[in-house]
């Protein structure tokens, strides 16, 4: 499996981590969150990665009450809730603008 970049065309951290990985000559793949999603299997392996579901959202108050199961799937259904770029490579990951962890992520 290669690199993956999961974002949105809007949004400018996501831009920048394209940016990044074409001037290093690194091959990614782009999945648009809005027209494509994320699957469940991804999302549990990027939340298992970075340290918890509550690091993956934008905000965490809505998602509180709910199981992890359920904010799984709300997420699955709603993946407007994510921060993004999703950068991930295998079983590891990074949400959000962090170059050192891309840096990591390329090697």
Request: net charge positive; charged share 35%.
């Amino acid at each position: 499996m290669g690199l993956q970049i999961f974002g949105r065309s809007k949004c400018f951290d996501t831009k920048k981590a394209e940016r990044f990985f074409k001037e290093r000559r690194i091959k990614y793949q782009y999945i648009d969150l809005d027209r494509f999603g994320i699957s469940r299997g991804e999302l549990t392996s990027v939340i298992s990665a970075v340290g918890g579901w509550e690091n993956v959202v934008k905000d965490t108050s809505e998602l509180q009450c709910f199981s992890r199961d359920a904010i799984v799937t709300t997420l699955c259904d709603q993946p407007e809730l994510l921060k993004t770029p999703i950068v991930r490579n295998g079983k590891r990951a990074s949400v959000g603008f962090d170059a050192e962890k891309w840096k990591e992520l390329a090697e």
